[in-house]
Nanobody, 124 residues
Framework: QVQLVESGGGLVQAGGSLRLSCAAS????????MGWFRQAPGKEREFVAA?????????YYADSVKGRFTISRDNAKNMVYLQMDSLKPEDTAVYYC????????????????WGQGTQVTVSS
């Protein structure tokens, strides 16, 4: 089992950057594929990015963030990150970190473990 805690959210102007962090508990962190999802008010939770288990050599992005966001992991620190650049007002949402064993997916139902979320607000 793994527990996840997100941090790094905040208020930023359009065009700015934020780096979200997700701290994971447990000694088998490298066995988990990790994902970032977001949920805006009145909308369903949507996939943002995912990274493969073990060495994180594979990444996958939603079209809406491709080229602007970068997901990475540091297994030695049990951390996963989401670097967000060129932020837009439509990126405003609560961002969630999620974990699942082995293979990554963009389907939120495939993730067994979730953090509490961190708010990102992008002003125009």
């Amino acid at each position: 089992q793994v527990q996840l805690v997100e941090s790094g959210g905040g208020l930023v102007q359009a065009g700015g950057s934020l780096r979200l962090s997700c701290a994971a508990s447990g000694r088998t962190f490298s066995s988990y594929a990790m994902g970032w999802f977001r949920q805006a008010p009145g909308k369903e939770r949507e996939f943002v990015a995912a990274i493969s288990w073990r060495d994180g050599s594979s990444t996958y992005y939603a079209d809406s963030v491709k080229g602007r966001f970068t997901i990475s992991r540091d297994n030695a620190k049990n951390m996963v990150y989401l670097q967000m650049d060129s932020l837009k007002p439509e990126d405003t949402a609560v961002y969630y970190c999620a974990a699942r064993y082995f293979g990554y997916t963009s389907n939120s139902s495939g993730y067994a473990y979730w953090g509490q979320g961190t708010q990102v607000t992008v002003s125009s």
